[in-house]
């Protein structure tokens, strides 16, 4: 069977830790530079939740920048405007991860349609796969910003079935954020988490993903699976 892969892109294709070396040429501390990143994705992502729910839409970078705003605040940071602009700047070239490239060839190899998936405008999204090297490879963008809001909300993910022309017992999420595989196992998508890390833990809501890898270069021999039941 062929499925409808839908690729959260933030943490999933493209490594957000990896704003971590523009900030240590800016942060002499290793362990300060490791916490500010740390500090700035949570934030980033704390603020597309409670922005969400407010029904207060912004673009992604806008947050993005805030939470930056807010670590320059919080660790006490000398960082002009100069230092500001260069980190947002470094944020839209991020790099993907080492398995993104492999694991998405051998899926539309074996037929599935791929699309990117994300709460990052259809701009940011584009020059970000562009970058990596990988935008040749899915099908669409599909961004939150066409219904105004953000993942985990349910409008979302029926939105990327719309865009898509998929239907939700068809599709899978593809995420490293337990937040997002949460979102689409609630509405009705199946789901793989993407755990790269055993110290990631996912969130004991009582919802577990349809599967779980390790990268995503296991994944087509589990859709294949999938498939034959």
């Not at 700047?89 to 694991?103: K, N, Q, R, S, W």
Request: negative net charge.
């Amino acid at each position: 069977m062929k499925y409808t892969l839908a690729f959260d892109v933030y943490g999933t294709l493209i490594n957000t830790a990896g704003i971590f070396n523009a900030l240590s040429q800016l942060i002499p501390n290793e362990d300060t530079a490791k916490r500010v990143t740390d500090t700035w994705r949570n934030k980033q992502l704390e603020y597309s939740f409670r922005r969400g729910l407010m029904g207060s839409y912004v673009d992604f970078s806008i947050f993005t920048k805030d939470a930056l705003q807010f670590c320059v605040e919080a660790y006490q940071l000398d960082f002009g405007e100069a230092e500001i602009d260069r980190l947002l700047e470094e944020y839209t070239v991020l790099p993907p991860f080492d398995d993104a490239l492999a694991g998405i060839t051998e899926l539309k190899r074996a037929g599935h349609h791929l699309y990117a998936f994300s709460n990052g405008s259809t701009s940011a999204i584009k020059k970000l796969l562009t970058n990596a090297k990988i935008d040749t490879m899915f099908e669409g963008i599909v961004s939150m910003e066409g219904v105004k809001t953000f993942k985990p909300n349910p409008m979302g993910y029926r939105y990327f079935n719309e865009q898509s022309g998929s239907k939700k017992e068809a599709s899978w999420l593809i995420s490293s954020n337990s937040f997002d595989v949460i979102g689409a196992m609630a509405y009705g998508m199946h789901s793989a988490w993407v755990r790269r890390s055993t110290a990631h833990i996912f969130d004991p809501w009582g919802i577990e993903p349809t599967q779980v890898i390790g990268n995503l270069m296991e994944l087509p021999k589990v859709l294949e699976k999938s498939g034959m039941k």
